[in-house]
Structure formats: structure tokens, C-alpha cells
């Protein structure tokens, strides 16, 4: 029987691209009552207005290579438990 936890680590394993449309279709598939294509739009609307946020100096943000050193760091802390 396969697990949440082996399911997750070949996902792990996958290419960035592959994962970015796994999670996006794990993600639309919490909201039942929506379409995909309504919960598309909805992401592609918070996109809009953060970048919108960003641009007007609302919004902090860091750099890229200070993101991806976090978000390695929480994924191998997870792998840790």
C-alpha cells in the first residue's frame, strides 16, 4: 500500500516543472465546489494584485536565492520528522 509519505517523496523527486503542476492540481482539488478554471483564475488574480502590491512598494519581498535557501531548509527539516 502506498503511503502520503511515499507519495510525497517521489514527488520530491520530480522536476520543478512537474511538481509546480502537481501542487497546482493537489491545490485545486481542496476547493470541491470550484472548477479547476475558476480556481485558476482566482490564483491568477492574487498573482496579479501581489505583483500589483509589489510594484506600489506595499509588499516586502526578498531575493530569490534568500527564498530558495528557506524553502530547502523547511524541506529537509521536514524530511528530518
Not at 5 to 28: H, K, M, S, T, Y
Not at 55 to 72: F, H, I, N, P, Y
Amino acid at each position: 500500500m502506498t503511503t502520503a509519505q511515499q507519495i510525497r517523496d517521489v514527488a520530491l523527486g520530480l522536476p520543478i516543472e512537474q511538481r509546480a503542476v502537481l501542487a497546482r492540481d493537489l491545490l485545486a482539488s481542496l476547493d470541491v465546489h470550484e472548477s479547476p478554471e475558476v480556481v485558476e483564475a482566482a490564483w491568477a488574480d492574487e498573482i496579479e494584485a501581489r505583483a500589483e502590491a509589489v510594484a506600489r512598494g506595499e509588499m516586502k519581498t526578498d531575493d530569490w536565492q534568500v527564498s530558495l535557501e528557506r524553502a530547502r531548509q523547511r524541506v529537509h527539516q521536514r524530511r528530518q520528522s
